[in-house]
């Protein structure tokens, strides 16, 4: 009697499964490696692969236009403010604080010399980038705010507490002003 057309993949399963049995924790960490390059970033790493086949870096930064709008908006909800518009004066810029390496080598009777370099991390097939320590926030100089309820003591006080509070900068260095009522 003859052996049906697949009785072979019967045999190779038969002799594999005391393998697959010794070996199934290796087989497991496999299948979920594969799982997870198969998956396509679905597990966070999409950000990354999206920003390169645009061709647009990923930006996490600070952008004072966003930050304006979202504290006019915070401003106007505010009782008795009506229309308002800010306008915000940086004193210092955002900046990141990179790792460096640094090495210190002996030249004998020279004496000591020190060699720094950035550190960097390969992020797959896209390039480096520098390892940020820290990120330093931006610091405001001042705010200047029009409002059509600056005429109210109370307002322009909870205006100006809130800015104040909200930018990191005294009371000092806040202006409210009446709006123009063409504006």
Request: one cysteine or more; aromatic letters at 6%.
């Amino acid at each position: 009697m003859k052996k049906p057309e697949l009785a072979w993949l019967k045999d190779l399963g038969e002799k594999l499964r005391p393998l697959a049995h010794r070996y199934r924790a290796v087989l497991i960490v496999l299948l979920a490696g594969m799982l997870l390059l198969a998956s396509g970033g679905w597990f966070g790493g999409g950000k990354e692969q999206a920003a390169a086949q645009t061709g647009q870096p990923e930006t996490a930064g600070f952008d004072l236009a966003v930050f304006e709008q979202d504290l006019n908006e915070k401003l106007a909800a505010i009782e008795g403010v009506g229309r308002v518009e800010l306008m915000l004066s940086l004193d210092q810029t955002e900046e990141a604080v990179y790792a460096v390496n640094t090495r210190q080598t002996r030249n004998g009777d020279a004496g000591q010399s020190y060699e720094s370099d950035l550190t960097v991390v390969s992020d797959g097939s896209y390039g480096e980038k520098p390892v940020t320590v820290k990120s330093l926030l931006p610091t405001f100089r001042g705010a200047v705010v029009l409002c059509d309820g600056a005429d109210n003591a109370q307002v322009r006080l909870a205006v100006t507490q809130a800015v104040g509070t909200v930018c990191g900068i005294g009371s000092d260095k806040v202006t409210v002003l009446k709006m123009a009522a063409g504006t």
